[in-house]
């Protein structure tokens, strides 16, 4: 929830019961609802299918280099909660500060799924479900536990449109197979 332009995030320690209150870096995920609504995320596809009209030909790299304000406003968003988050795990005479580095699309069609991954080149991953259909197959990611349990285990998170998860960018996840319509997310 938005109180006085703070992000205040409500962990569901049901989802990660392992590290959340003990430190930042061992296995947490934090799952949120955003204010997007379903007419921003259609906006924000529009712009989506702008830029993937004239990729090739604009020879831009990444997302990251076009201007869209949807797209900006999301961006801006994500880093702002990050960076909130993050900074209640750091020392007072410390604080984090986040940039964003890389953008994709994930776009699966029924009986496509994301493989188990990490991304070993960031510090927090992060991703938004711009369109997340109820068989769209969930998010899954190994759990490791706390430091010392040798505990591991594969959790799941259904996400919704709008919904936007992040961890940091060494914990393998993936998402199962879609069931159902097109699933698209940044």
Not at 22 to 42: G, K
Not at 125 to 141: K, L, T
Request: hydrophobic fraction near 35%; glycine fraction near 4%; aromatic fraction near 12%.
């Amino acid at each position: 929830s938005q109180e006085n332009n703070t992000i205040v995030m409500v962990v569901d320690e049901s989802i990660f019961s392992s590290s959340v209150k003990q430190s930042l870096w061992e296995c947490p995920v934090w799952h949120q609802t955003t204010p997007f609504t379903n007419t921003f995320n259609q906006e924000l596809l529009r712009e989506f299918y702008e830029i993937a009209a004239n990729f090739e030909a604009d020879g831009r790299d990444s997302l990251l280099d076009y201007d869209r304000p949807c797209m900006q406003e999301l961006i801006d968003f994500k880093t702002q909660v990050i960076t909130q988050v993050v900074n209640q795990y750091m020392p007072d005479t410390q604080q984090a500060r986040f940039i964003v580095s890389d953008a994709w699309l994930n776009v699966n069609e029924a009986g496509e799924r994301i493989e188990l991954h990490a991304h070993p080149d960031a510090s927090i991953s992060c991703s938004y479900y711009i369109q997340a259909p109820d068989a769209g197959g969930n998010f899954y990611y190994v759990d490791t536990g706390r430091v010392g349990e040798h505990h591991t285990e594969i959790k799941t998170i259904s996400p919704k449109n709008g919904d936007i998860i992040f961890f940091p960018a060494y914990v393998l996840h993936g998402v199962e197979m879609n069931h159902g319509r097109l699933r698209v997310n940044l």
